[in-house]
């Protein structure tokens, strides 16, 4: 059976519906699974160890020169290269018009299906009139896990039951030397910004949470996406005892930051989740987005806390770090 998945954006996104590939190859281990997504996240879709062929998809950039010539060749490349194969069944777990026509595109073999959700979940950017390309459309109820949500869709059209925690497949990145700035001991990264100004933690907060961090010894990483978020990290490291403003990583690197971390502690945001499934010590910090959405339930490696307009205190995040890695030993005190 051939499979196409059709999930472009964004990166926590394509993170989340990552199960869906274990759920049907458990289901039916022959099976081939390629998907379609956009061109920045490709080399994380090829960390799934269950994808066959990733098909890149390019229209953030597409639409930046649509009458391009260029651009012109490379969409058409696209639509050849999504008619390549013939599918037994194609899924949309995005629900767009532009992912439905992505969809519509595909070839399908006699008899194959396509299949969408019938209905978005709370806050989701869901557009119904995507159900026009579906063959078969698959009711979520509102306020479905970002993760179930894909994998309801998947055993829905495949008849098999969910009844094991989300599997994510992830291999490691395969990095041809140890970037420079990867610590030998064990560190925690803080993942600190997001493009949501509502959903970051307060500065003081990280910087007790570091101090804390320090006294166990923990060096801190902090990485960031943009200047903005550079000037964050620096101001933060600079009330620090022990922390380190990372260089701009690129993709692959910034995955192996949260793949290595000892500890993990972030918002709600893509590089969080990544550390999330790949099953680290992760302590995911809830503060204007609703906990249900996304919070990482599959491993007891994973403390979820805060919730939207109830961001979770320093003490919540210590009390999370003693169950983690440990009580902090105390040095005993001599006469």
């Known amino acids: 059976m051939k499979i196409l998945i059709v999930r472009v954006s964004s990166l926590g996104d394509v993170v989340h519906n990552m199960p869906m590939v274990a759920d049907i190859l458990r289901a039916y281990p022959d099976a081939q699974i390629d998907w379609v997504v956009e061109e920045a996240y490709v080399n994380l879709v090829r960390l799934n160890t269950g994808v066959r062929n990733i098909i890149p998809y390019a229209?953030?950039?597409?639409?930046?020169?649509?009458?391009?010539?260029p651009t012109r060749a490379e969409m058409r490349a696209f639509y050849r290269r999504l008619r390549d194969e013939?599918?037994?069944?194609?899924?949309?777990?995005?629900?767009?018009?532009?992912?439905?026509?992505?969809?519509?595109?595909?070839?399908?073999?006699?008899g194959g299906k396509r299949v969408g959700l019938a209905n978005g979940t709370?806050?989701?950017?869901?557009?119904?009139?995507?159900?026009?390309?579906?063959?078969?459309s698959v009711p979520v109820?509102?306020?479905?896990?970002?993760?179930?949500?894909?994998?309801?869709?998947?055993?829905?059209?495949?008849?098999?039951?969910?009844?094991?925690?989300?599997?994510?497949?992830?291999?490691?990145?395969?990095?041809?030397?140890?970037?420079?700035?990867?610590?030998?001991?064990?560190y925690a990264a803080f993942f600190h910004a997001t493009a949501r100004p509502s959903k970051q933690w307060?500065?003081?907060?990280?910087?007790?949470?570091?101090?804390?961090?320090?006294?166990?010894?923990?060096?801190?990483?902090?990485?960031?996406?943009?200047?903005?978020?550079?000037?964050?990290?620096?101001?933060?490291?600079?009330?620090?005892?022990?922390?380190?403003?990372?260089?701009?990583?690129?993709m692959m690197e910034a995955v192996l930051l949260a793949q290595r971390a000892a500890l993990a502690i972030g918002v709600d945001t893509g590089l969080t989740h990544i550390a999330a499934a790949y099953n680290r010590p992760?302590?995911?910090?809830?503060?204007?987005?609703?906990?249900?959405?996304?919070?990482?339930?599959?491993?007891p490696s994973i403390v979820n806390l805060g919730d939207a307009g109830a961001p979770p205190s320093v003490a919540d995040v210590a009390g999370a770090i003693d169950r983690l890695l440990g009580a902090a030993q105390t040095t005993p005190q001599t006469a």
């Open 86 to 110: 013939e599918y037994d069944i194609v899924f949309d777990t995005q629900g767009l018009l532009k992912t439905g026509v992505v969809m519509r595109m595909a070839r399908l073999k006699p």
């Open 141 to 186: 109820d509102p306020r479905t896990h970002a993760v179930l949500r894909g994998r309801l869709v998947t055993a829905a059209a495949l008849g098999y039951p969910i009844d094991h925690p989300a599997d994510f497949s992830l291999r490691a990145p395969d990095m041809p030397q140890v970037p420079a700035w990867l610590p030998a001991e064990p």
């Open 202 to 250: 307060a500065p003081d907060r990280w910087v007790e949470v570091a101090r804390l961090l320090a006294a166990r010894g923990m060096p801190v990483l902090l990485p960031w996406g943009s200047e903005a978020e550079k000037q964050a990290a620096e101001q933060l490291a600079a009330r620090m005892p022990n922390a380190r403003v990372l260089p701009k990583l690129p």
């Open 282 to 299: 992760t302590i995911e910090l809830y503060c204007d987005s609703p906990r249900w959405k996304t919070e990482g339930n599959w491993s």
């Open 122 to 136: 709370e806050g989701s950017g869901y557009e119904a009139a995507s159900r026009v390309f579906h063959t078969m």
């Open 59 to 69: 229209l953030r950039r597409w639409r930046k020169s649509l009458l391009s010539v």
